[in-house]
């Protein structure tokens, strides 16, 4: 049995366990029963990629490159913002991650827009598509809910 160290010592310890725990907390975030909600909303984003996109092209499919080159960003945007670095941000909690979901959340948002633009107006340049189709419409909603609830998540932050 070894001796405890002196008040001063143990009293420098705990301080020194507190301030690490108290840096371990400020770089993450605390989810709540948002996290349950971003989680439901990556699966739908993952469902609309098995869904009708440009014509007859599935998301995964203009994914790959197939329905055009705006639909295709928009694809590349939602799935790594969307699913990849929104999965990542809900395991580690990290507060910087959470940020680049946000920030890349609304970026893909905007793709989206164009994405749906692109094929509404797809005749007049002789690109696929005749219309979104409503796999695009539903990544494109599930991208701009995905984008608020990490906004909301960044600044909660205390």
């Known amino acids: 049995m070894s001796e405890p160290g002196t008040p001063a010592e143990v009293d420098e310890e705990l301080t020194s366990e507190i301030d690490d725990a108290g840096h371990r907390a400020a770089r993450t975030v605390e989810l709540g029963r948002r996290g349950f909600y971003i989680a439901v909303f990556i699966v739908v984003l993952l469902v609309a990629q098995a869904l009708p996109w440009v014509g007859d092209h599935a998301g995964y499919q203009v994914l790959q490159g197939q329905g055009g080159g705006i639909p295709q960003l928009f694809a590349a945007t939602s799935t790594g913002i969307g699913v990849l670095a929104g999965a990542v941000a809900l395991v580690t909690r990290r507060w910087w991650i959470a940020w680049c979901c946000a920030?890349?959340?609304?970026?893909?948002?905007?793709?989206?827009?164009?994405?749906?633009?692109?094929?509404?107006?797809?005749?007049?340049?002789?690109?696929?598509?005749?219309?979104?189709?409503?796999?695009?419409?539903?990544?494109w909603v599930a991208t701009i809910v995905l984008a608020t609830m990490w906004m909301r998540t960044a600044f909660s932050r205390s």
């Open 103 to 139: 920030a890349g959340g609304w970026f893909a948002s905007v793709d989206g827009l164009l994405a749906v633009w692109s094929q509404q107006s797809a005749h007049a340049s002789g690109a696929a598509g005749g219309g979104p189709g409503i796999g695009l419409i539903i990544a």
